[in-house]
């Protein structure tokens, strides 16, 4: 059993002051740690490809007002500008937020939906967490490292259409909540993102001849009724690392999941 406290409702006035100082915090490590971050190099392409994968652009999603997943599609096409072909060189991490930087109307950016607490709201850039979604995906089927990743706290919509296990996203938040992979390998690895009409599209390259594939699968997955009245959704996602010569394999655990639902999962006939 996994029992998980109502969430706490703070003001407003400490959620806007908690968030400058964390980036502003984050900003600092930026400037003076010893961590060496991945830039883009549009003259490199890279032979390999480890994994594809592309999300569907448009959902309609409940008590959602579609322009708002319409502005998604501006607020995505200008963040991935800044992470198109980025080399990821052994030692070096790549990080979302240090390469887009910070959303604003001055660049462009427009009213995309965003979860907070649980609800659904509009703000500047909203919708790029589906970037860090694709992106961790991604990672998943490869031998980089997650340094940084954040989980979503809230199970908001119900499945519909889902192609992968339930939390296997990554949330964002300039820039506090970032999502950052570490090359720990000799080898070197490229980013190439590009949207069309029905898809956000990404593919991870690499220098070399992949000699392993990845499979990413969830066991334990359960809905459970908390003592103070609400539902929580549990999950646990692993990984199966398979040796494509030997078909040797291992399996690891990659997350466990705890997720407030703001939906009854209990559905009358």
Same mark, same amino acid.
């Given at each position: 059993?996994?029992?998980?406290? /109502?969430?706490?409702?703070?003001? &407003? =006035?400490?959620?806007? %002051?908690? !968030?400058?100082?964390? *980036?502003?915090? +984050?900003? @600092? #490590?930026?400037?003076?740690?010893?961590?060496?971050?991945? /830039?883009?190099?549009?003259?490199? &392409? =890279?032979?390999?490809? %480890?994994? !594809?994968?592309?999300? *569907?652009?448009? +959902?309609? @999603? #409940?008590?959602?007002?579609?322009?708002?997943?319409?502005? /998604?599609?501006?607020?995505?096409? &200008?963040?991935?500008?800044?992470?198109?072909?980025?080399?990821?060189?052994?030692?070096?991490?790549?990080?979302?937020?240090?390469?887009?930087?910070?959303?604003? /109307?001055?660049?462009?950016?427009?009213?995309?939906?965003?979860?907070?607490?649980?609800?659904?709201?509009?703000?500047?850039?909203?919708?790029?967490?589906?970037?860090?979604?694709?992106?961790?995906?991604?990672?998943?089927?490869?031998?980089?490292?997650?340094?940084?990743?954040?989980?979503?706290?809230?199970?908001?919509?119900?499945?519909?259409?889902?192609?992968?296990?339930?939390?296997?996203?990554?949330?964002?938040?300039?820039?506090?909540?970032?999502?950052?992979?570490?090359?720990?390998?000799?080898?070197?690895?490229?980013?190439?993102?590009?949207?069309?009409?029905?898809?956000?599209?990404?593919?991870?390259?690499?220098?070399?001849?992949?000699?392993?594939?990845?499979?990413?699968?969830?066991?334990?997955?359960?809905?459970?009724?908390?003592?103070?009245?609400?539902?929580?959704?549990?999950?646990?996602?692993?990984?199966?690392?398979?040796?494509?010569?030997?078909?040797?394999?291992?399996?690891?655990?990659?997350?466990?999941?705890?997720?407030?639902?703001?939906?009854?999962?209990?559905?009358?006939?």
């Amino acid at each position: 059993m996994n029992f998980i406290e /109502k969430p706490i409702q703070r003001s &407003l =006035l400490r959620r806007k %002051l908690g !968030k400058e100082f964390y *980036i502003f915090k +984050r900003f @600092l #490590k930026w400037h003076f740690s010893s961590t060496k971050y991945s /830039k883009v190099d549009n003259n490199i &392409l =890279l032979q390999y490809s %480890l994994k !594809k994968h592309k999300s *569907i652009l448009l +959902r309609q @999603l #409940k008590n959602v007002d579609m322009y708002l997943q319409y502005n /998604k599609i501006t607020n995505l096409k &200008l963040a991935i500008k800044n992470i198109n072909n980025v080399i990821i060189k052994p030692g070096e991490t790549f990080s979302i937020w240090k390469l887009v930087g910070r959303p604003s /109307k001055i660049k462009g950016y427009k009213e995309g939906m965003m979860i907070h607490n649980g609800k659904v709201s509009s703000g500047i850039g909203g919708g790029l967490c589906q970037l860090g979604n694709l992106i961790y995906w991604m990672a998943l089927h490869s031998p980089l490292t997650v340094k940084e990743r954040w989980r979503h706290s809230f199970d908001v919509f119900p499945d519909v259409n889902r192609t992968i296990p339930f939390a296997c996203g990554a949330t964002l938040a300039y820039n506090y909540i970032d999502l950052q992979l570490e090359n720990q390998t000799n080898n070197t690895f490229q980013i190439k993102l590009w949207i069309d009409e029905e898809y956000l599209n990404g593919e991870l390259l690499c220098d070399y001849k992949p000699n392993k594939k990845y499979e990413i699968f969830e066991t334990d997955q359960r809905f459970q009724l908390q003592f103070w009245g609400g539902y929580t959704r549990h999950n646990k996602i692993w990984r199966r690392i398979i040796d494509i010569e030997t078909n040797e394999n291992c399996e690891e655990l990659i997350a466990e999941n705890n997720a407030i639902m703001t939906y009854n999962p209990v559905l009358k006939e």
